[in-house]
């Protein structure tokens, strides 16, 4: 009786497995939808790429037919079904003899934002199986597969500066660059490298091994950029190059500028303002007021201004103009300043950077009529009454020789 009962168990089996086998799905077959000649990697599937798939559906019985046959995809997240058959993601096939396969055909999209990962597509695959004759005796048959799909994301990397200040000629500036993954895979063995030019360029390292990056996270590196003296104003780039290795196993480089603004700086050491003269006129004093440029950017559209004083002609303003490196300028003005008393006048000076920027400098100055350069104006009486007295010095001594050798000759 147990022997029996075995018998029965071990055909119930039999049968069950015999009943599995008569429909079959073997694992998806894929490759990447790309028109790129000699694509090295079809079967690397990465964000944003199309995937064509095939299903081979396999008809196992050797005594059983099967008709009607529908293949069904049901994709997860970040896939999505593409319309290539008249239902979308529904193929079929309209019959299968003993031991014959046939092939379902699909195309899926990959998100553009799919982290790295292998993503569930579920496969079901429904048919009619029956036995020629002519009795029909049909049964419906389901089969549920489900499978993982891996997806390898792409790093994409962004760089930024913490402070973009501009950099004066003949100066560096120190830069914190941020290098940041926006992509959605990770970096291995990320290296950085820094590649300047002839008018902006990198002092110190300029290679950096960064090892890896994940997606959304960044790095920072400080370096030292260098803008030599005769750059001009304007925007410059540092090239940064970037070599990784893909969780792919692919390699892959990259290449972003960095733009960098160098811009000529007025320090407020670089106008110098200074008394150039003073002297005496008939109408008061004439004072002369200088302006040096001592820098290497241009003071563009000067204006000298004093105060202080009464001036004669009611003109206090002068325009100096542009003044380049090393080059100076004055203002000359008429004062109603008299007597032996110390006076003090106001110098403002107004001017503009290449970028209209306004800028002014104050400065007092101290008239000393001490020092001043003093200069008669009109007939000069002095003069004239010392050549007077010289003759008439010259006169008596004369004849006073011509009256000693009149004497010696008598």
Same mark, same amino acid.
């Given at each position: 009786? =147990?022997?029996?009962?075995?018998?029965?168990?071990?055909?119930?089996?039999?049968?069950?497995?015999?009943?599995?086998?008569?429909?079959?799905?073997?694992?998806?077959?894929?490759?990447?939808?790309?028109?790129?000649?000699?694509?090295?990697?079809?079967?690397?599937?990465?964000?944003? *790429?199309?995937?064509? $798939?095939?299903?081979?559906?396999?008809?196992?019985?050797?005594?059983?037919?099967?008709?009607?046959?529908?293949?069904?995809?049901?994709?997860?997240?970040?896939?999505?079904?593409?319309?290539?058959?008249?239902?979308?993601?529904?193929?079929?096939?309209?019959?299968?003899?003993?031991?014959?396969?046939?092939?379902?055909?699909?195309? $899926?999209?990959?998100?553009?934002?799919?982290?790295?990962?292998?993503? =569930?597509?579920?496969?079901?695959?429904?048919?009619? &199986?029956?036995?020629?004759?002519?009795?029909?005796?049909?049964?419906?048959?389901?089969?549920?597969?489900?499978?993982?799909?891996?997806?390898?994301?792409?790093?994409?990397?962004?760089?930024?500066?913490?402070?973009?200040?501009? $950099?004066?000629?003949?100066?560096?500036?120190?830069?914190?660059?941020?290098?940041?993954?926006?992509?959605?895979?990770?970096?291995?063995?990320?290296?950085?490298?820094?590649?300047?030019?002839?008018?902006?360029?990198?002092?110190?390292? /300029?290679?950096?091994?960064?090892?890896?990056?994940?997606?959304?996270?960044?790095?920072?590196?400080?370096?030292?950029?260098?803008?030599?003296?005769?750059?001009?104003?304007?925007?410059?780039?540092?090239?940064?190059?970037?070599?990784?290795?893909?969780?792919? !196993?692919? %390699?892959?480089?990259?290449?972003?500028?960095?733009?960098?603004?160098?811009?000529?700086?007025?320090? *407020?050491?670089?106008?110098?303002?200074?008394?150039?003269?003073?002297?005496?006129?008939?109408?008061?004093?004439?004072?002369?007021?200088?302006?040096?440029? =001592?820098?290497?950017?241009?003071?563009?559209?000067?204006?000298?201004?004093?105060?202080?004083?009464?001036?004669?002609?009611?003109?206090?303003?002068?325009?100096?103009?542009?003044?380049? &490196?090393?080059?100076?300028?004055?203002?000359?003005? %008429?004062?109603?300043?008299?007597? *032996?008393?110390?006076?003090?006048?106001?110098? /403002?000076?107004?001017?503009?950077? &290449?970028?209209?920027?306004?800028?002014?400098?104050?400065?007092?100055?101290?008239?000393?009529?001490?020092?001043?350069?003093?200069?008669?104006? !009109?007939?000069?009486?002095?003069?004239?009454?010392?050549?007077?007295?010289?003759?008439?010095?010259?006169?008596?001594?004369? =004849?006073?020789?011509?009256?000693?050798?009149?004497?010696?000759? &008598?």
């Amino acid at each position: 009786m =147990r022997l029996l009962a075995k018998s029965g168990l071990l055909l119930l089996v039999f049968a069950l497995i015999s009943s599995s086998y008569a429909l079959s799905v073997d694992d998806p077959q894929y490759v990447v939808d790309n028109s790129e000649f000699g694509e090295t990697n079809p079967n690397v599937i990465h964000p944003g *790429d199309d995937v064509n $798939i095939w299903i081979k559906v396999v008809n196992d019985n050797y005594d059983k037919q099967l008709k009607d046959v529908k293949v069904e995809i049901s994709p997860h997240y970040p896939f999505e079904i593409k319309q290539v058959n008249p239902e979308t993601g529904v193929a079929e096939i309209s019959h299968l003899n003993e031991g014959e396969s046939d092939t379902a055909y699909f195309k $899926i999209h990959v998100s553009e934002n799919a982290p790295s990962d292998e993503y =569930r597509i579920d496969v079901t695959v429904t048919a009619t &199986e029956y036995e020629s004759g002519d009795e029909p005796n049909e049964r419906e048959k389901t089969l549920t597969k489900i499978y993982y799909v891996p997806i390898y994301g792409i790093a994409k990397f962004e760089i930024n500066l913490d402070d973009n200040n501009p $950099i004066n000629p003949s100066e560096s500036e120190e830069l914190e660059v941020y290098i940041k993954n926006q992509g959605t895979g990770t970096a291995k063995y990320l290296t950085l490298n820094l590649a300047g030019t002839s008018d902006l360029n990198i002092v110190g390292p /300029t290679t950096f091994y960064l090892e890896s990056l994940s997606p959304q996270t960044q790095k920072l590196i400080t370096v030292d950029a260098y803008a030599i003296p005769t750059t001009e104003d304007g925007i410059y780039s540092i090239n940064a190059n970037i070599e990784w290795i893909g969780e792919d !196993g692919a %390699e892959y480089t990259s290449s972003i500028p960095i733009n960098l603004k160098v811009k000529s700086t007025i320090f *407020d050491n670089q106008p110098f303002l200074y008394l150039d003269g003073v002297k005496a006129i008939s109408g008061g004093q004439e004072v002369t007021i200088a302006l040096a440029n =001592r820098g290497t950017s241009k003071l563009k559209h000067c204006v000298l201004e004093i105060d202080g004083a009464v001036e004669l002609n009611d003109n206090y303003i002068r325009y100096i103009g542009d003044l380049e &490196e090393d080059d100076s300028d004055s203002g000359i003005y %008429e004062l109603e300043v008299f007597g *032996d008393s110390k006076t003090n006048i106001t110098a /403002t000076l107004t001017y503009f950077n &290449e970028y209209h920027e306004e800028f002014i400098l104050v400065q007092e100055f101290e008239l000393d009529p001490a020092n001043s350069q003093v200069k008669q104006e !009109g007939t000069n009486y002095t003069f004239i009454g010392l050549i007077v007295v010289l003759a008439v010095i010259a006169y008596i001594l004369y =004849r006073r020789w011509k009256k000693r050798k009149d004497s010696e000759e &008598e």
